[in-house]
């Protein structure tokens, strides 16, 4: 029978390394999702094949391939990952390149008017980018990202394979021991389930504050969510953005 012996010395050391995992790789998915996002609506040509290209690239492959040739693969090369490095790099370069087209899209999405008062302000790019679009930006950002986060905390599941003791590892080991399968899985499932809840609430904290960066305030009514403006005015949420887009 599984006991709370096993729960302690297995699972918890497990939760942990599953929150490491998904925190690095989190960081680094972030840097490149700005960094390819951005460089996608570059002026040069040659800044926007080669974002392109990175997007194209990583969008299409494995997350579990990528990680067994990081693994695997990369030391014929003269490279040596550990595990957990090998599989944090794999989610983080496979998730960035998803996170980069919400980035891109949101910037995107940004009112051409905006974009033309910081230039009739004489605002540099980097000035616009700064005042003006990402701040508009991010709190369109912030539901996309919320899912591809969550989306992320399930994959930590796939370093198990490459022998980084997270827990699903864990579980596995467990399931092993006391050869009880359902009781093990469904407590997976269920630390799953809590540690992708306390990303929404989160995040959904982050969104808010965001949306309060910009004027804009969530109100439920009739079931129905709403934002006000800086005038008061309540509005759908889904025109806010687009009347905030006007100058």
Do not use: C, H
Not at 24 to 51: K, P
Not at 222 to 230: C, D, N, W
């Amino acid at each position: 029978m599984m006991s709370s012996e096993f729960f302690t010395a297995w699972f918890l050391p497990g939760v942990w390394v599953t929150v490491q995992v998904t925190v690095y790789a989190a960081a680094l998915g972030a840097a490149i999702s700005f960094g390819i996002g951005l460089a996608r609506g570059s002026r040069y040509w040659i800044v926007r094949f080669l974002a392109g290209t990175y997007f194209e690239v990583f969008r299409g492959m494995s997350a579990l391939v990528l990680m067994f040739w990081m693994f695997f693969a990369l030391p014929l090369f003269g490279w040596q990952l550990v595990p957990m490095w090998a599989g944090v790099s794999a989610l983080g370069l496979t998730y960035g390149a998803y996170g980069s087209e919400i980035v891109r899209g949101s910037l995107a999405a940004v009112s051409p008017a905006q974009k033309e008062a910081g230039v009739a302000l004489n605002f540099s790019r980097l000035q616009r980018l700064r005042l003006i679009e990402l701040p508009q930006a991010w709190p369109e950002m912030v539901p996309p990202f919320n899912n591809l986060l969550i989306e992320l905390l399930k994959g930590t599941a796939l370093v198990s394979v490459i022998t980084v003791a997270d827990m699903t590892f864990a579980g596995n080991l467990v399931r092993l021991g006391t050869n009880e399968t359902t009781p093990v899985y469904t407590l997976l499932l269920v630390l799953y389930f809590v540690l992708a809840f306390l990303i929404t609430r989160g995040m959904r904290l982050l969104e808010r504050r965001a949306k309060a960066g910009v004027g804009q305030r969530p109100e439920k009514t009739g079931g129905t969510t709403r934002t006000s403006g800086a005038g008061g005015e309540r509005q759908p949420a889904g025109a806010q953005s687009a009347a905030g887009g006007t100058a």
